[in-house]
């Protein structure tokens, strides 16, 4: 069960330093590595269509190299993207994978996509100037998600959308497993709950949140390529005091433990992914003569 302080999740420390140094390595490789985060994002996306709204500015939250950033150029043509990372060699990436034809389109349309490197919690964004901010896959990196979730609103005008992805606790369950040592513990991240999501959305001035959560089941033949696509894609532990180097005997026993779980010739691994919106409401709320706040509550159902 998640920690909570006041009735909210409080968050697994990560290093953040550690987070940045991993996915300045993984800059390159990123996009080769990164099918589970187009898919995911495609289907988050999907989403838009029941939504009728046409952004003049968007915030991409957590670009990395702009997968999220294109699609979403690419459906609103005439809209202004900001692609926000707080890893400077991800966005550099994306200018440097970017085709000839994409750039010209840009040219023509007068528009472009423009990086900011910066952090979720301390968004460099005027204060109501997003139409629609998104996240694909990038909120389960942030140390403080409850600031992370007040920034976007604070960017956000009334009447803003803010839509999103995230890992929920299932995410690598089979890892976590492997790799634990007597005590429990594992290198693997705890994701939060999507209620718990869902609570923090309603606690940090959002209305109307909708949460979905789905399974994605993946295979490998070995656990090298599983532990390959992690470090191509910059996915390593990075919690707070966990050693970045193993030892070979703790390598050997990952392996064995893992290899006690394939199941027709191949590995397990296992993603929950969590889908969010909600949006900043049209009026701020209600305020007593004695100077406190009436919010109208309503939490999402559970499945």
């Known amino acids: 069960m998640s920690a909570r302080h006041f009735g909210m999740p409080v968050p697994e420390p990560l290093d953040k330093q550690r987070t940045r140094r991993q996915f300045a390595r993984a800059a390159a490789s990123y996009d080769a590595s990164a099918s589970v985060s187009r898919e995911v994002c495609s289907r988050l996306l999907e989403r838009l269509d029941l939504v009728r709204m046409t952004p003049a500015r968007i915030l991409d939250l957590g670009s990395g190299t702009g997968v999220a950033a294109g699609a979403l150029a690419q459906r609103y043509p005439k809209a202004r993207v900001l692609a926000l990372d707080s890893c400077l060699p991800m966005l550099r990436q994306r200018r440097c994978t970017r085709s000839g034809s994409e750039r010209l389109r840009a040219m023509v349309m007068g528009k472009s996509i423009h990086d900011l490197c910066a952090e979720f919690e301390r968004l460099p964004v005027r204060t109501g100037s997003v139409d629609l901010a998104a996240s694909n ?86 656990l090298q390529d599983l532990l390959q696509d992690l470090r191509s894609s910059g996915a390593l532990s990075a919690k707070a005091g966990s050693p970045g180097l193993r030892t070979p005997r703790w390598r050997d026993r990952l392996f064995r433990r893992y290899e006690e779980l394939r199941r027709d010739g191949r590995l397990p691994v296992t993603l929950e992914i969590i889908y969010g919106h909600a949006w900043k409401p049209e009026q701020g709320p209600r305020v007593t003569a004695d100077g406190h706040a009436v919010v109208h509550v309503e939490l999402p159902r559970r499945r």
């Not at 979905?212 to 490998?220: D, Q, S």
């Open 137 to 222: 896959l990038a909120l389960h990196w942030s140390t403080a998600p409850e600031a992370a979730l007040r920034e976007a609103h604070r960017v956000l005008r009334r009447g803003g959308l803010l839509l999103f992805s995230t890992l929920g606790p299932d995410t690598l369950q089979e890892m976590a497993h492997a790799a634990a040592d007597a005590g429990g513990r594992t290198p693997v991240h705890t994701f939060t709950d999507m209620h718990d999501l869902g609570d923090l959305l309603l606690h940090t001035g959002f209305a109307d949140p909708v949460m979905e959560m789905e399974r994605l089941f993946v295979t490998y033949a070995r």
